[in-house]
């Protein structure tokens, strides 16, 4: 096994570790993260407790079965210089599979997954028992920047990093996505099982987060969102973080009054 089928190798298993980590962490907190959520809910609806118990299953149940969708401009599968080939068959790739250099979009979006993932210092979300070597094997395949983040980091593989959809929880025709093109591909339920789910846009939130961050008196060191990431064993972090348009939207489809505000989510 050589060249970029080894390198690909690496890639995937940064990525497989990160995941376990981060699935891991997200677990440990269910308990808590259910009882914010019922209260949440209890609170948002004015129920009794019983009643908010229920909706919130009911939220859980909308979210497990809601479809994954990849929204795309159909065109972009084929060459330019005709529309009679197939598609390559190389699948979604993620922006730094689509370019070799450091840009302002891939560090910011480098930044963005950094808060989440820590791929640079994954301590912050590996447990103990994690290994040493496991770890470094993180850091050099996994970091996108090199030393001084000065430039791309020799050793980087860009399948380490996550490819992005969006949850379809409303059931909507053009998928959950349409301003990113209007055809969809629906993903496999194992790709949902692997994946990792977060209430609104990452680079957005993280923007958003750095900017407060900037202007608060008591400056934090990093922007941590590892925090607000969920997985399908504890959908219940989503339910207490979205923002309040988006769980009335959720509510509604409960009721089976469907509209349209999406759940992003970061399969690695």
Known sequence: MIGKERNDVFGKNVANAV?????????ISKLDDKQAAINRIQQEFRLSLAQAETKCEQMIGILENAELTINFY?????????????????????TYELTNSATKYTADRDATEESIYHYSN???????????????EIRKHGKFMGKGNMMKNIHFESSSRPVY?????AGLK?????????SYAVLKEEVKARATFIHEDSL???????????QSSQKKKDIDLSKKISST??????IFNMDRSMLLALERVTTDNAISPTLTFCPT
Do not use: C
Request: charge should be positive; charged fraction near 30%; glycine fraction near 6%.
């Open 19 to 27: 995941l376990s980590m981060s699935k891991d962490k997200i677990f």
């Open 74 to 94: 159909a065109h972009k599968l084929f060459p330019r210089d005709s529309w009679f080939r197939h598609p390559s068959g190389d699948g979604f790739k993620n």
């Open 122 to 136: 994954v301590r912050k979300i590996a447990s103990r028992t994690k290994s040493r070597e496991q770890g470094d």
């Open 165 to 169: 959809a969006a949850m379809n929880f």
């Open 174 to 182: 053009s998928g959950a996505a349409s301003a990113y093109g209007k």
């Open 204 to 214: 957005v939130m993280f923007n958003r987060e750095k900017r407060l961050n900037e």
């Open 233 to 238: 064993a504890n959908f219940y972090r989503l």
